[in-house]
């Protein structure tokens, strides 16, 4: 296949203005976004994706999980397409930039096909996956999930929020809830683009990463139950604390994930105390752990030590506790020939780059099972993301962006 010419590059102003016209819908209350999966915000910033897409000269169609695929043709209309995407939807405090880069970026890839005149063999697709946070509705990458077969529909739709509304109502609710089976297009790629969401390409002044793997993640959601009583008059050996036995699970998770270093990772992020009253010893505490490590074995034995650790804490405190698996995918590792388009196109574009493992989760992990994919990263500002305070600068998002836009067409094939 015939390599785009090194000159051919995005608009990046144009990419920066969408990213920030985007960021308006569902602002944070500190310079972020909160425009969690199926709310009414989610619901207008695909009406505005679906707006430009279709004023670029796309068709978007909506699958039964409300995931968006915006097709631009290409000359051979029975050639599996070239997908390209990431995901809209934000954590409660997210950054302007975690999914929306790589939603806006395969745009305005299409936007520059579109004033260069080009045309490929192969339609490419760009994508929005519904609820890859996972933080109104657990698990992340749902949507991608049920595409790759990994969760059956009706599961993800009786998934319920914190507030007991159900996936699939809310869905029909905003009313992007399409007619498409999920998981019946075939791909002959799937690229993301993402920032880092860590520290290591920024620390290392490097443009691009190149990610080879991304690592295996797990979430417990652990419930713990012990006894109300007044936390006045109940003498301490008489306490049966729901929440003391939550902060020693805590300290548990920490240092498990400490025996793994320097790749493991552990820690707890949701936390639900009941009744949460002043002066009531916690009689109930429901937490989520998020362990992750990019080797399988080592994410199994974190798992199991884990459980033991909980089981040993909850007797030695007369306390009772229940543990459900509610995320887990194996460490990944992306397809060798994507990778390798990302690389050189890193290469031909004048780009620093480096191979690099992805800390965080991402629709791609679940769309390896299903088609070649690939990633690219680009650093973000002191690694820092899922806060207000996410930054990038215009000129990482270009050049992940034009590394991306070689990567896609020259998988999707040029025609002269
Ligand atoms: O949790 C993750 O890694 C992703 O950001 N949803
Ligand atoms: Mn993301
Ligand atoms: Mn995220």
């Known amino acids: 296949m015939a390599a785009p010419g ?3 590059r995005i608009n990046a102003d144009r990419l920066w203005d969408a990213i920030h016209e985007m960021a308006e819908i569902g602002p944070g209350v500190a310079g972020g976004n909160n425009r969690q999966t199926l709310t009414d915000e989610d619901g207008e910033g695909r009406h505005l994706f679906k707006r430009w897409c279709e004023e670029a000269g796309m068709s978007v169609a909506v699958d039964e999980m409300g995931t968006m695929f915006a097709r631009r043709e290409g000359t051979d209309p029975d050639a599996l397409p ?6 809209l939807d ?11 880069l790589g939603v806006l970026g395969g745009l305005e890839i299409v936007r520059s096909l579109n004033d260069l005149g080009i045309k490929t063999k192969h339609p490419i697709i760009v ?4 609820n890859e946070e996972g933080t109104r509705y657990a698990p992340a990458m749902l949507a991608s999930g049920v595409f790759a077969g990994v969760h059956e529909l009706d599961w993800a739709y009786d998934r319920k929020d914190a507030a007991g509304k159900r996936f ?7 009313g992007w809830k399409g007619e498409e089976p999920v998981g019946q297009r075939k791909m002959k790629a799937f690229f993301e683009l993402h920032i880092e969401q860590g ?14 793997h991304g690592q295996g993640l797990k979430w417990l959601q652990v419930t713990i139950t012990g006894k109300e009583s007044h936390t006045g008059s109940t003498p301490m050996p008489k306490r049966r604390n729901a929440g003391l036995g939550m902060a020693r699970v805590t300290e548990l998770v920490h240092e498990v994930a400490m025996d793994y270093q320097p790749n493991a990772v552990g820690a707890i992020g949701h936390v639900e105390v009941y009744p949460n009253s002043r002066n009531i010893i916690p009689g109930r505490t429901v937490f989520t752990i998020d362990i992750r490590s990019p080797n399988k074995e080592t994410l199994d034995t974190m798992d199991a030590r884990i459980r033991e650790g909980i089981a040993a804490i909850c007797e030695a405190m007369d306390i009772s506790h229940e543990v459900e698996q509610v995320g887990h995918f194996d460490p990944v590792t992306f397809d060798e020939d994507c990778v390798k ?12 780059h480096r191979n690099i493992v992805s800390g965080a989760g991402h629709d791609a ?7 070649p994919t690939a990633m690219v990263m680009c650093p973000c500002v002191d690694g820092l993301s899922h806060n207000e305070a996410e930054e990038i600068s215009k000129e990482w998002a270009q050049a992940g962006a034009d590394v991306l836009f070689h990567a896609v067409v020259e998988t999707a094939e040029i025609v002269e």
């Open 6 to 8: 090194e000159n051919l």
């Open 168 to 174: 699939g109502d809310e869905l029909e609710r905003i």
């Open 127 to 130: 994508t929005n996956w519904t």
């Open 90 to 100: 934000t954590q409660p405090t997210g950054g302007r930039y975690d999914g929306v």
């Open 341 to 352: 388009a990302v690389r050189n196109a890193a290469e031909r574009l004048g780009y620093t």
């Open 365 to 371: 992990c679940w769309i390896n099972r299903v088609a």
């Open 82 to 87: 070239v997908y390209v995407g990431s995901h």
């Open 199 to 212: 520290p290591i390409l920024e620390d290392e002044g490097i443009d691009i990463g190149v990610v080879t």
